[in-house]
C-alpha cells in the first residue's frame, strides 16, 4: 500500500472529523432516546444500556485483535452509534440477550469482518435488526402499550430488572401488537383497512408518539426534529430522507386512491414503524449509501419503493431494515453509474467541443 | 452582471483580517539576495554575469533560454558574490542554481531602460517583446512566462481577457493591498495586456470580501470601455482559472484544453502591476507584494520585497514569531508548500510566507474513510477523490487516471473537508508525479533504443566503408598490376 509524507497540504483544515459527525447524529437521537425511555420505563432502558454496552466493548475487543489503534477508533463513535440505532428499533421490553446478540452481529460479523469502519456494505444496525427477526420472531414482535415511568402500570426498577434480565411473565399483561403488525394481522383477517385502524390509529398520537412499537421510532415530531438538526448541521444532506418518504408517501396515496379498502394511506405509512427513523437516521447512513446526490435520489426512492412493497405484500409487517439493506447492496452499482459530470467533459467523460470554435486557426 | 454557479468549493475560515489593513510596506535592503536562475515554469536562464562583477538595478544577470523560459534581473545595484547553488524556495530545499549579489546600497537603476509614453502605440508583439525581456511570470504562484500567454493571439481567436484578482486563497492580502493602492497602474497593466491580446473585453474578478479593492479598481476602471470589475462570490477555489472563467463567462473550458480554445486569456492582478511597470518606465521584475501572515507571526504585514530576499528578512521585519511555529508555509494554506527553512529567498511566484500555530493548521491523525461524501461534493472539477485516492493507494495508477485523475486542478478542497483527514490531494499528487516519472523512463527507454539504433547504423556504415575501401584499394592494386604488366610488355616489345 502506498504512503504518501505525513506532510500533507492543505495546511487548512475544516472544523469537522468523524467523531463530531457521530456525536451531532447521537445529539440528533436523544430527544426520541429520552422519549423512548421515559414512555417504555427502567426495562427500556436497560436494553438500551446493554445493547450500546455490548456494542463498544465488542469493538474494542475486535479492534485489539486486529492489531488497530483501539482508544482512537472508539473515540470516534461510530460503535456506539450502532449500538444506539439498534436499540431504537428493539422492542422495548425486549430481554438482554436480544440486546447483546444483536449488537454482537451488528459489530463483529457486520462492521469489523468486513474490516472496520467504512468498509461495511450493510447498515450494522440493519443487520443485526434483520438477523435477529429471523432467528427470534416472538420476542422481535411482542410489543406494548406505553406505561410512561412514574405511571400506575410502569414496572419499578426491580421489576425491570426481572423483566430484561429473567424470566418475565409480567410482559403478556401489557403486550400489544405494533400499529404495522395489527393492520397485517387484521388485513389478513379479512377486515378492512378502516375498520382496522379505527380505534386503533390517530394520526396525532402516532406523531406524538404514544403508540405501541420499538423503543425510538414511536415519536415521529422528535425524529423530525433530530432529523432537522442533522441537515441544518450539513451532516446529511435533505436527498435521501425527501426521496425517501416522498416515494412511500406517493406509493401508498397512490394505492389507497385505487383500493381505500385494503391499503392505508400515505400520511399512515409515512408515520408508522421505522419509516421517519429509517430516512432520517439509518437510510442516510453514510458509509452504505451513494456518494452523489443523483446516487442518493435513486437510492431513497428505492428505500420507500420496497418498504412499501414489504410492507403490503410480504409477511412482513414492517420493511425499513429489509428495504434499507437491500438498497445497500445496489449502492456500488447507483455510484458507478451515477457519478458527477467531470469539469470540462460531457457524460460519458468525452472533452467537451468547442461550443463556437469548431475548427482553430 | 450575472455570474454563472460552478460545482464544489468550500468555505474556508479566511483569516484575511490578520493582515488586510496593513498597507505595503517596503522592506529595507537585505544585506544579501540569492537570486535563482530559475523562478519560472519551463527552461532555466543562463547566467549572463560572472563573480566580482559590479551591477545596476535592472541589469540582466541571467539570459533566457528557449521559447518557454523568463530572463532574470539584478533586484538592486552591488556585486556579484557568487554563482553557486543555494536551497530553492521549494519544499525539497534542494539547492538550485543562484546568483548572490551583495547590495551597495545605493539602489542605482541600469541606464538600459527603455520607458515607453503610449505602450497603446506599439504593436501587440513588441509589447509582448517587452514584457518577455522584462522576465514577468505568472505573479499569482504559477511562474507561467507571461509573454507566452500574451502571443495566444497567434494561436487562438481570442475575445476576453479574464483577469484574476480573487485572492481565494486565505490569511493571503497582497493582491487586495495592490488593487487598493495601486489601482490605476494595475487597470494600466491590464489595458496594456488587452491591447497586446488584441480583445476588446476585459473582466476583473474580485472576490466579495474586498469591498475596497472592488470599489478602487472599479473606479479606477471607469474611464475604459470594455473593462468591467466583477464581485465574485467568496469561494475557494474561485482563483482557478477554469472556474474563474466559467464563473465570469458561463464558458467551460473543454478538458485538456486550456482557456484560450475558448478565447479567452487569464492573468493575474499583480502581473498586471509589473506590466505596467515594464512598459511604462521600462523595469523588469525584481521586486513583489508578499504577505507575512498567520497565527505565530507577531505583526502580520505586506511588503513590497526585492526578489532574491531571504525569508528571514521578512519575518525579522514583522517582529519575528510569538510562538514556534507548528508550519511555515511559502504561498496559501490550500496550495502553498512548506518552507524548507527561513534562509530560501523570495522568487517571482511567493505571494505569501506564513507561519501557522498548531491550532491553525489542525492536523490530526489519517482515520479510516467513511463515505461520506464531503470530497465529492467539494471537488470544484467533479471528480470522486474517495474512489481516486483508494486506487492510488493500491498503486492502481492506470485507474486512477481512468476516473479523472488529469482532470484534478490539486486544489485541495477534498482533502480540507475530509473528516477522517485523509491527505487526499497528497494521493493524486504521488500519483501525477509517479506516471510523470513512468513516462520519463519510458522515454528514456526509447531514447536509449534510438540511440543503440543509431549507434548499429554507424557501424554498419563504416563496416559498408571499409569494405568498399578495400575494394577500392583491391581494384586499384589489380589495375596498377595490369597497367605494370602492360607496360612491361610495351617495353619488350620495344625492346
Ligand atoms: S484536489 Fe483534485 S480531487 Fe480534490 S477537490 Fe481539488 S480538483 Fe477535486
Ligand atoms: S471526505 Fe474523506 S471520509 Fe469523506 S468520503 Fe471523502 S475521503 Fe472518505
Known amino acids: 500500500m502506498t504512503q504518501v509524507a505525513a506532510v500533507a497540504g492543505p495546511y487548512a483544515h475544516e472544523a469537522n472529523h468523524v467523531g463530531r459527525i457521530m456525536g451531532h447524529v447521537m445529539l440528533a437521537l436523544m430527544p426520541a432516546t429520552l422519549f423512548g425511555l421515559y414512555l417504555f420505563g427502567w426495562p427500556a432502558l436497560l436494553l438500551f444500556l446493554v445493547t450500546t454496552l455490548t456494542a463498544v466493548i465488542a469493538e474494542a475487543i475486535c479492534l485489539k485483535i486486529a492489531g488497530k489503534p483501539v482508544r482512537l477508533t472508539l473515540m470516534d463513535g461510530s460503535a456506539l452509534l450502532t449500538g444506539w440505532l439498534l436499540a431504537m428499533t428493539l422492542p422495548p421490553w425486549a430481554p438482554w440477550w436480544i440486546g447483546v446478540v444483536g449488537s454482537l452481529l451488528a459489530i463483529v460479523v457486520a462492521k469489523q469482518v468486513f474490516g472496520g469502519i467504512g468498509q461495511n456494505l450493510f447498515n450494522p444496525a440493519m443487520v443485526a435488526r434483520v438477523a435477529l427477526l429471523v432467528s427470534f420472531p416472538v420476542p422481535m414482535t411482542a410489543f406494548l402499550s406505553p406505561t410512561p415511568l412514574f405511571s400506575a402500570d410502569a414496572p419499578n426498577f426491580l421489576e425491570a430488572l426481572a423483566i430484561t434480565f429473567g424470566e418475565a411473565p409480567t410482559i403478556d399483561a401489557v403486550s400489544s401488537a405494533s400499529v404495522l403488525g395489527h393492520l397485517r394481522t387484521a388485513l389478513t383477517g379479512g377486515e378492512s383497512v378502516s375498520q382496522a385502524l379505527d380505534g386503533f390509529y390517530n394520526p396525532l398520537a402516532m406523531l406524538w408518539g404514544n403508540a405501541p412499537g420499538s423503543l425510538g421510532e414511536t415519536s415521529a415530531l422528535l425524529i423530525l426534529l433530530g432529523g432537522a438538526w442533522l441537515l441544518y448541521k450539513r451532516i446529511i444532506t435533505w436527498h435521501i430522507p425527501v426521496s425517501m418518504l416522498a416515494s412511500l408517501f406517493v406509493i401508498a396515496t397512490v394505492m389507497h386512491l385505487v383500493d381505500g379498502e385494503h391499503y392505508a394511506d400515505g400520511l399512515y405509512h409515512v408515520l408508522s414503524g421505522a419509516a421517519l427513523l429509517g430516512a432520517f437516521f439509518i437510510a442516510t447512513d453514510l458509509v452504505t449509501s451513494p456518494v452523489t446526490p443523483r446516487g442518493q435520489l435513486l437510492f431513497g426512492a428505492g428505500c420507500g419503493l420496497l418498504v412499501y412493497v414489504i410492507r403490503t405484500w410480504t409477511s412482513y409487517p414492517e420493511g425499513v431494515a429489509f428495504a434499507v439493506m437491500l438498497m445497500n447492496a445496489c449502492t456500488p452499482l447507483i455510484d458507478h453509474y451515477l457519478k458527477p459530470r467531470i469539469y470540462g467533459r460531457d457524460r460519458r467523460g468525452e472533452p467537451l467541443t468547442y461550443p463556437d470554435q469548431a475548427e482553430k486557426e | ?495
Open chain 2, 1 to 495: 452582471m450575472k455570474l454563472f454557479r460552478i460545482r464544489g468549493g468550500v468555505h474556508p475560515d479566511d483569516r484575511k483580517t490578520l493582515s488586510a489593513s496593513q498597507p505595503i510596506v517596503t522592506l529595507p535592503m537585505p544585506e544579501l539576495l540569492h537570486i535563482p536562475v530559475q523562478q519560472h515554469i519551463g527552461a532555466a536562464a543562463q547566467p549572463a554575469v560572472r563573480r566580482g562583477q559590479i551591477v545596476r538595478k535592472g541589469d540582466l544577470l541571467a539570459r533566457n533560454q528557449g521559447a518557454i523560459s523568463a530572463p532574470v534581473h539584478a533586484p538592486t545595484s552591488g556585486r556579484i558574490m557568487g554563482i553557486g547553488n543555494f536551497p530553492a524556495n521549494h519544499p525539497s530545499g534542494l539547492s538550485v542554481r543562484t546568483i548572490t549579489l551583495k547590495p551597495d546600497g545605493e539602489d542605482r537603476w541600469t541606464d538600459k531602460l527603455t520607458p515607453c509614453d503610449d505602450p497603446f502605440a506599439l504593436e501587440p508583439a513588441e509589447v509582448a517583446q517587452r514584457v518577455a525581456d522584462a522576465g514577468i511570470v505568472g505573479m499569482g504562484g504559477a511562474t507561467f512566462p507571461s509573454a507566452v500567454k500574451l502571443n495566444l493571439r497567434d494561436r487562438y481567436r481570442l475575445h476576453t481577457l479574464v483577469i484574476n484578482g480573487a485572492e481565494c486563497e486565505p490569511y493571503l492580502t497582497c493582491d487586495d493591498r495592490l488593487m487598493q493602492e495601486n489601482a490605476a497602474e494595475v487597470i494600466d497593466g491590464i489595458r496594456i495586456m488587452a491591447h497586446a491580446l488584441g480583445v476588446s473585453r476585459t473582466l476583473i474578478g474580485i472576490e466579495n470580501n474586498k469591498p475596497d479593492a472592488q470599489r478602487l479598481m472599479r473606479e479606477a476602471a471607469q474611464a475604459f470601455d470594455g473593462v468591467e470589475v466583477v464581485g465574485l462570490p467568496t469561494r475557494y477555489p474561485m482563483g482557478s482559472e477554469k472556474h474563474l472563467v466559467q464563473t465570469l463567462t458561463g464558458r467551460e473550458t473543454p478538458a485538456r484544453a486550456l482557456t484560450a480554445d475558448i478565447g479567452i486569456v487569464v492573468h493575474n492582478v499583480a502581473t498586471a502591476y509589473a506590466v505596467h511597470e515594464a512598459l511604462r518606465l521600462g523595469y523588469p521584475l525584481v521586486e513583489r507584494t508578499v504577505t507575512v501572515s498567520g497565527g505565530a507571526v507577531k505583526n502580520p504585514a505586506n511588503l513590497r520585497v526585492l526578489i532574491g530576499t531571504p525569508v528571514s528578512s521578512l519575518l525579522d521585519y514583522c517582529g519575528g514569531t510569538v510562538e514556534e511555529p507548528a508550519r511555515m508555509i511559502s504561498g496559501g494554506p490550500m496550495m502553498g508548500q512548506p518552507l524548507p527553512s527561513t534562509r530560501v529567498p523570495i522568487v517571482k511566484g511567493s505571494n505569501g510566507v506564513l507561519a501557522l500555530t498548531g491550532k491553525e493548521t489542525a492536523s490530526r491523525p489519517e482515520g479510516a474513510c467513511i463515505r461520506c461524501a464531503s470530497c465529492v461534493n467539494a471537488c470544484p472539477c467533479g471528480l470522486l477523490p474517495l474512489e481516486m485516492a483508494a486506487r492510488a493507494k493500491v498503486g492502481d495508477l492506470d485507474g486512477t487516471v481512468k476516473i479523472g485523475l488529469m482532470d484534478c486542478v490539486a486544489c485541495g478542497s477534498c482533502s480540507y473537508v475530509c473528516p477522517s483527514n485523509i491527505p487526499l490531494v497528497q494521493y493524486f499528487n504521488y500519483a501525477k508525479g509517479e506516471l510523470a516519472a513512468r513516462q520519463r523512463s519510458k522515454h528514456k527507454q526509447l531514447e536509449t533504443k534510438r540511440l543503440a539504433e543509431q549507434r548499429t547504423a554507424r557501424m554498419e556504415e563504416q563496416k559498408r566503408k571499409k569494405r568498399e575501401q578495400m575494394e577500392k584499394r583491391k581494384r586499384e592494386a589489380a589495375e596498377a598490376k595490369r597497367k605494370k604488366a602492360a607496360a612491361a610488355a610495351q617495353t619488350e616489345a620495344n625492346a
